[in-house]
């Protein structure tokens, strides 16, 4: 994913990424799943690609595929109906165009917190994103608020979790997070965003 702000690294960045307005329909032949161990390398290699996440060792996103696969999704195209045309993983026939990693608070089980989320370039646009997050929440029984960070420059992330929260009858409020001295690596300081009280779709 690109991104005018490097920092803004674990979370949807911007419009070209995951939170920009539909240039298209959304995609018929998406389809959305846990994780397994044979998506990893496409975990990996989404967050490379994207340019702007914090690339994690390929070893973290097999523990996610394979640990947190209850909490994690990622996006499937059919190659066969047009799709992608770039190689294929975690299967034939099919490519992982997009990821959302996340898990539920060791002490509040009801909290989603939502970690990182990549969308290939080339179905940004087609909320693929949002449909992540639906697929995420959804899945997670008992699931009523989602946690996230987000820089306070990141207007198109805030963007895309508001637009959410409100489709999903939610609130959206601010608090403190991460303060940027608690980073050791000169890292923005990242406010979390609570969105609470979400209803079914």
């Known amino acids: 994913m690109d991104t005018t702000d490097p920092a803004t690294t674990n979370h949807p960045t911007d419009e070209r ?5 539909p240039q298209g329909p959304p995609l018929q032949d998406l389809t959305i799943r846990t994780p397994t161990t044979a998506d990893g390398g496409a975990l990996w ?12 060792s390929s070893y973290a996103y097999l523990l996610l595929a394979r640990h947190f696969a209850a909490t994690c999704r990622v996006a499937v195209l059919d190659d066969a109906a047009g799709g992608a045309g770039r190689g294929t993983d975690g299967g034939a026939g099919v490519e992982v165009v997009g990821f959302l990693s996340a898990y539920r608070l060791p002490d509040a089980p009801s909290t989603l917190f939502v ?6 370039e080339r179905v940004r646009g087609r909320r693929v994103a949002a449909r992540l997050l639906d697929a995420a929440v959804d899945g997670s029984p008992g699931v ?7 820089t306070t420059d990141n207007a ?3 963007r895309l979790f508001a637009r959410w929260a409100e489709r999903r009858g939610a609130t959206l409020s601010e608090t403190t997070g991460f303060e940027a001295a608690d980073f050791p690596d000169g890292h923005e300081a990242e406010p979390l965003l609570v969105i609470d009280g979400i209803r079914g779709r």
């Open 156 to 158: 198109a992330s805030r």
């Open 115 to 120: 970690w990182q989320v990549a969308v290939d």
């Open 45 to 56: 290699r989404l967050a490379r690609d994207s340019g702007s996440l914090d690339l994690n």
């Open 144 to 150: 009523t608020r989602v946690e996230t960070t987000v």
């Open 17 to 21: 990424t995951t939170g920009e307005p």
